[in-house]
């Protein structure tokens, strides 16, 4: 497991004045008031100051059923549903009808998920451990009566719920707790001392989980993975054992090939000469591995913090985006000497421990998964070939023109609002309010007429490169109001900002609006939007006269 | 371990959970003497207190003590037996 520091640590800890305020709540048939109190201290350490709001002791369907509850009085992050497999038990034993116990709390549940829906509130729901006493023996897993088939058949339920419901994501304690191994985790002592979910030894461990959930829910993700070769990916040195010489550590590869299906791109960066870093990649047979899988390859003798920012540059990506992969010490303290925004995960000397060590190093959490992730190096890829063509070009209009650029404008549809919630998720430059709409918020703004919802993809001679923005304005009185818009950097300079711009128009005009207004939200990275509204013709903060017929007039406003 | 060791240890886990600059107690010396002695507290001690002696004590048993001696006794008891 991952080392965190202590629970007393935690318990005390203070945020600094200067941390930024986030405020989430937390609800559970537990006390949760010292693991609230963990949580809050796991933020600080991370600069964040955090509120967290509680309900009183199992007290889980009365507050959220309860319209003036204190969780619907204020903005929230989200609310942690917090399920202890031990109370549970408890009402297991008093239950009158055993093998109707599950069916009964489900409905119950099942309840409140969608009173937080209604009340538009992100959830984060706790999977159950279920391996407690067995009055059944082995045969408990398959007799209806028992505690432990009950408490997996409720365990099943809350997952399925989770997937079904967008406003939904798991808390995955029963995850926690098998790997750590229910003895140490759970703790009956500290339950019938004061009714502690867990033992306050892994406090931390939860307050990990919720950060890191937190943090992919901020559009804090990590994209692109730089692996070094040489006892990394295969054991031995390319350069002085020869092709014939080297081993390819197989299972670390296929792991890595699965992170690069999931979304991650790719990259190398090794200390090697090119032409024999890349031999393996075309001509080992043992290779998992093969060019094609990586986005960007860089072989040469410069300090590896240079090469990273060259490949940042390359992929347009923020180096906070990078998780950098090496077994050596002396490279991972360079680049956390030199880049110290970029994730360097502690790498041990047994190659056998990579794959677990990168698993719990926390850069994997992701709310959203869609199948244009399995595209993503193909993209970057294309990109490099458009580069090259680029270059061969006369002119920037003649090198657009001859790419042959078809976008297609949809409406947010069920077919397309996964990956246009991703999209938002992972857009970070080219977002001019950061609003993070999350997947159930663009549902409901989707059904709802009030709202233009608008997704851009584009392809070109090079290849599809899917979905690439998505926009969506709110009707207000006359005007039309753009309430999010996002773009992926991949596409940037090709027009596409213009060609938004021109479908925000028609929206407007189809709707008999003849104003549209923008706004622009400082982040701490949409730097390149800032003037975005300016460009575009709108006029910073006040209302002008419309001179063409018909067209609506912009207007800006600068926050 | 004599209960003079056991007492300087639950001295150094007092001063550690109830954050103080440092702890003197006595045999008699009860929860009500400091402040921050809560009920959560008592439970963030006697796990404290079991990790570092090495010994086991029962919720039950942790209800029912009254006095930092008795505390003192329970463990004395339990690394003796």
Redesign the interface.
């Given at each position: 497991m991952l080392n965190h520091k202590s629970y007393q640590h935690y318990l005390k800890n203070e945020p600094s004045v200067t941390a930024r305020k986030e405020r989430i709540a937390i609800a559970g048939n537990c006390s949760t008031e010292s693991l609230s109190k963990v949580i809050h201290g796991y933020f600080a350490d991370e600069g964040i100051s955090l509120e967290i709001l509680e309900s009183a002791y199992d007290t889980v369907n009365l507050s959220v059923l309860d319209n003036s509850s204190v969780f619907y009085q204020k903005n929230i992050s989200f609310l942690v549903l917090f399920y202890s497999p031990l109370k549970l038990r408890d009402e297991f034993y008093k239950s009158q009808e055993k093998s109707a116990f599950a069916s009964e709390f489900i409905s119950d549940f099942q309840a409140v998920i969608q009173t937080l829906k209604k009340k538009n509130i992100t959830v984060l729901v706790t999977s159950l451990p279920t391996s407690l006493e067995r009055c059944f023996g082995d045969a408990s897993a398959i007799i209806e009566e028992s505690l432990i088939f009950q408490l997996q058949l409720i365990n099943s339920q809350i997952k399925k719920t989770v997937q079904e419901n967008s406003h939904c994501h798991l808390l995955d304690i029963e995850y926690l707790a098998n790997r750590v191994g229910l003895d140490q985790f759970l703790s009956e002592k500290l339950w019938s001392m004061g009714k502690y979910p867990c033992h306050t030894n892994y406090y931390p461990h939860i307050a990990s989980h919720i950060f890191k959930i937190f943090q992919a829910k901020s559009g804090n993700l990590k994209k692109v993975l730089v692996v070094d070769l040489d006892n990394t990916l295969w054991n031995g040195m390319i350069g002085e054992d020869g092709i014939d010489g080297i081993e390819p550590f197989q299972e670390f590869q296929y792991y890595l090939k699965s992170l690069k299906d999931k979304g991650f791109l790719l990259t190398v960066c090794s200390k090697n000469d090119f032409s024999n870093a890349v031999l393996p990649f075309r001509d080992h047979p043992e290779m998992i591995l093969k060019e094609e899988d990586i986005a960007v390859f860089i072989a040469n003798w410069e300090p590896k913090s240079t090469n990273l920012r060259a490949i940042s540059q390359q992929l347009n990506l923020g180096l906070d985006s990078f998780v950098f992969i090496d077994d050596s010490p002396f490279e991972r303290n360079e680049i956390r000497h030199s880049l110290p925004e970029v994730l360097v995960p502690e790498l041990s000397d047994d190659p056998t421990e990579y794959i677990t060590l990168l698993d719990q190093a926390g850069f994997l959490e992701n709310l959203t998964f869609s199948g244009a992730d399995k595209l993503r190096t193909q993209h970057y890829q294309q990109e490099n070939k458009r580069h090259a063509s680029m270059e061969s070009a006369t002119s920037l209009d003649d090198y657009l023109l001859n790419l042959g650029m078809k976008s297609k404008v949809e409406k947010l549809n069920a077919s397309n609002l996964e990956r246009a919630a991703q999209l938002i998720q992972r857009s970070n430059q080219f977002n001019l309010r950061t609003q993070r709409l999350s997947k159930s918020d663009l549902e409901r703004m989707a059904s709802d007429k009030k709202y233009v919802c608008l997704s851009f993809s584009l392809e070109d001679k090079f290849g599809d490169s899917g979905m690439i923005s998505v926009v969506i304005c709110e009707k207000k009185n006359k005007e039309l109001f753009i309430h999010e818009l996002v773009m992926s950097c991949r596409v940037l300079k090709r027009g596409m900002e213009e060609f938004i711009f021109n479908a925000i128009i028609d929206s407007a005009l189809e709707n008999s609006l003849d104003q549209i207004k923008g706004e622009y939200i400082r982040s701490d990275k949409n730097g390149m939007v800032e003037n975005l509204l300016e460009k575009s013709g709108f006029v910073l903060g006040t209302l002008k006269a419309s001179k063409q017929n018909k067209r609506p007039t912009f207007i800006g406003r600068k926050i | 371990m004599t209960r003079d060791e056991i007492k300087s240890g639950l001295e150094e886990i007092l001063k550690?959970?109830l954050?103080l600059p440092s702890v003197k107690i006595t045999e008699t010396t009860t929860a009500r003497d400091f402040k921050g002695w809560d009920?959560?507290a008592h439970?963030?001690i006697?796990?404290?207190a079991e990790e570092t002696f090495k010994v086991r004590i029962?919720?039950t048993k942790?209800?029912r003590l009254k006095t930092i001696g008795e505390l003192i006794t329970l463990i004395h008891e339990k690394k003796n037996e």
């Open positions: - | 550690v959970i954050s009920s959560l439970i963030d006697i796990i404290a029962s919720a942790a209800a």
